[in-house]
């Protein structure tokens, strides 16, 4: 059986959050029942991705013990709350099943393990919706926009306010988005604003769609930025809240990256560590002369032997010298 927490609406602020507000709807979350750790916060690397600002990066974590379950706020800025109760940093505390736990503007309900519910969610999709909900809370923020970028005379852009109705664009006088050109078919491109993004569908025009360059052939969820080309006419997708959760997944990305990093940096440490190398056996010191000799005579014995034989090899030099120079002179 799943691992259940249940995230509530929170319409108004809560105090002490700086009027930071939580979701708009209830939310189910499910987990796996082997889960050891859940760790809360804004940062898209965690078990429990929360993105709301009021939170902190790394907030708290509930745990499993052997005798259950704890709760560990790590030192946030805007606290943890058990049941009304505020938790010092650090400082775990046993919870149970129906435990409220507050973090910031966001009330999580611990249902514990429980059987499988309708409506629950994963922890892959819960990012996104909580970013629609944070969204919907701003409309004026949050609509997404089709704008004439060249290609036909310029028209205001298209604000898709309406969540799931059908925006037509095309030459007809009807369309929503009137495209003037005879090379555009009257009702050309249909476009949907659904919960986890804008979706576009080719209405059997005759000379087709492309999204980015490449031929739409059946509907395409758009991404922030996409282009969408209607014969001569490009069109371009303005959209916040794909927007933030394209920021939301580079960072969880670049989190993923600094942890492998690390990991690599630590093996490369471990194999690096003094007693990993095989040891050279040390060279002998040379003893200490005795003390109270003057400085040349703390010269190694064997330099000393040596700079006798250089003086004895110079006089036998001189030596045959001076009977070839005496030769010489007595033959001359």
Same mark, same amino acid.
């Given at each position: 059986?799943?691992?259940?927490?249940?995230? %509530?609406?929170?319409?108004?602020?809560?105090?002490?959050?700086?009027?930071?507000?939580?979701?708009?709807?209830?939310?189910?979350?499910?987990?796996?029942?082997? &889960?050891?750790?859940?760790?809360?916060?804004?940062?898209?690397?965690?078990? %429990?991705?929360?993105?709301?600002?009021?939170?902190?990066?790394?907030?708290?974590?509930?745990?499993?013990?052997?005798?259950?379950?704890?709760?560990?706020?790590?030192?946030?800025?805007?606290?943890?709350?058990?049941?009304?109760?505020?938790?010092?940093? #650090?400082?775990?505390?046993?919870?149970?099943?129906?435990?409220?736990?507050?973090?910031?503007?966001?009330?999580?309900? +611990?249902?514990?393990?429980?059987?499988?519910? &309708?409506?629950?969610?994963?922890?892959?999709?819960?990012?996104? /919706?909580?970013?629609?909900?944070? +969204?919907?809370?701003?409309?004026? %923020?949050?609509?997404?926009?089709?704008?004439?970028?060249?290609?036909?005379?310029?028209?205001?852009?298209?604000?898709?306010? *309406?969540?799931? /109705?059908?925006?037509?664009?095309?030459?007809?006088?009807?369309?929503?988005?009137?495209?003037?050109?005879?090379?555009?078919?009257?009702?050309?491109?249909?476009?949907?604003?659904?919960?986890?993004?804008?979706?576009?569908?080719?209405?059997?025009?005759?000379?087709?769609?492309?999204?980015?360059?490449?031929?739409?052939?059946?509907?395409?969820?758009?991404?922030?930025?996409? *282009?969408?080309?209607?014969?001569?006419?490009? %069109?371009?997708?303005?959209?916040?809240?794909? /927007?933030?959760?394209?920021?939301?997944?580079?960072?969880?990305?670049?989190?993923?990256?600094?942890?492998? #990093?690390?990991?690599?940096?630590?093996?490369?440490?471990?194999?690096?560590?003094?007693?990993?190398?095989?040891?050279?056996?040390?060279?002998?010191?040379?003893?200490?002369?005795?003390?109270?000799?003057?400085?040349?005579?703390?010269?190694?014995?064997?330099? *000393?032997?040596?700079?006798?034989?250089?003086?004895?090899?110079?006089?036998?030099?001189?030596?045959?010298?001076?009977?070839?120079?005496?030769?010489?002179?007595?033959?001359?």
């Amino acid at each position: 059986m799943p691992l259940r927490l249940r995230l %509530l609406p929170s319409p108004v602020a809560p105090s002490g959050t700086g009027g930071a507000r939580g979701p708009s709807e209830a939310r189910s979350i499910e987990l796996h029942d082997d &889960t050891a750790e859940i760790r809360i916060g804004r940062r898209p690397d965690l078990e %429990l991705p929360l993105p709301y600002p009021a939170l902190s990066a790394l907030h708290a974590r509930l745990f499993r013990t052997e005798a259950g379950w704890q709760i560990e706020d790590l030192g946030s800025t805007n606290g943890t709350r058990v049941d009304g109760q505020r938790l010092p940093a #650090r400082a775990p505390r046993d919870i149970g099943p129906g435990a409220h736990l507050t973090l910031g503007p966001i009330t999580l309900v +611990f249902d514990g393990t429980v059987a499988s519910g &309708t409506g629950a969610e994963r922890t892959a999709t819960i990012a996104k /919706r909580l970013v629609s909900d944070l +969204f919907a809370a701003s409309p004026d %923020l949050a609509v997404p926009t089709l704008a004439i970028t060249s290609g036909v005379p310029a028209r205001a852009p298209l604000r898709l306010e *309406t969540a799931d /109705r059908r925006y037509l664009a095309g030459r007809g006088e009807s369309c929503d988005l009137r495209l003037a050109s005879e090379e555009i078919s009257r009702e050309h491109l249909e476009i949907v604003r659904q919960w986890d993004g804008v979706v576009v569908k080719d209405l059997g025009s005759k000379n087709g769609v492309l999204v980015n360059g490449a031929l739409l052939t059946a509907p395409r969820r758009l991404r922030d930025g996409d *282009t969408v080309q209607v014969g001569p006419a490009t %069109l371009r997708l303005s959209d916040p809240a794909d /927007r933030y959760l394209r920021d939301f997944e580079a960072l969880a990305s670049k989190s993923q990256d600094k942890a492998h #990093r690390a990991a690599n940096d630590g093996q490369a440490q471990e194999t690096s560590e003094p007693g990993t190398e095989p040891l050279e056996p040390p060279a002998p010191e040379p003893a200490a002369p005795p003390a109270g000799l003057p400085p040349a005579a703390r010269q190694p014995t064997a330099q *000393t032997g040596g700079s006798r034989m250089a003086i004895v090899i110079a006089a036998l030099v001189l030596i045959v010298v001076g009977v070839v120079v005496a030769a010489l002179v007595v033959g001359g």
